[in-house]
């Protein structure tokens, strides 16, 4: 009788609420539809501070930060996390960004460090899609 084959390790993503926004029904979706996914989820909570959720990152060996923001800091909170990652030697850790986010922002996200970004309306089944095209991306490298 043959054994059989070991499964793939999901890949593990954080999803965070960084700085003041206390909204989090929208970050309970996508970790609830990341799970389903087969991703292995683990979500902080809200009115995280980038120490924090760089800290849990790394104990938990995530290989993506998804943060979810609708406070309008987005660009300034994204670059402080991909930077405090950077410090701790964790550049390797892919972020992702999702909320309320202009278009116009959207290339600004991705100078600062974003490997993807997924403003209001994009569709849960791009989420998924598109954190599985940079957990890849990240395996490729």
Known sequence: MT??????V???VLVAKPGLDGHDRG???VARTLRDA???V???GIRQRIEDIVAIA???DVAVVGLSILSGAHNAL??????????ADAGDIAVVVGGTIPQGDVPKLLEAGAAAV???GTSLEELVSGVRQVVDQRKAH
């Open 10 to 12: 999901p890949a593990r």
């Open 27 to 29: 970050a309970k979706i």
């Open 58 to 60: 790394l104990q938990e």
């Open 38 to 40: 087969g991703f292995e």
């Open 78 to 87: 994204t670059a402080r996390v991909v930077e405090a990652l950077r410090a």
């Open 118 to 120: 997924f403003p209001t």
């Open 42 to 44: 683990i979500y902080t």
């Open 3 to 8: 054994s059989p084959l070991p499964s793939a």
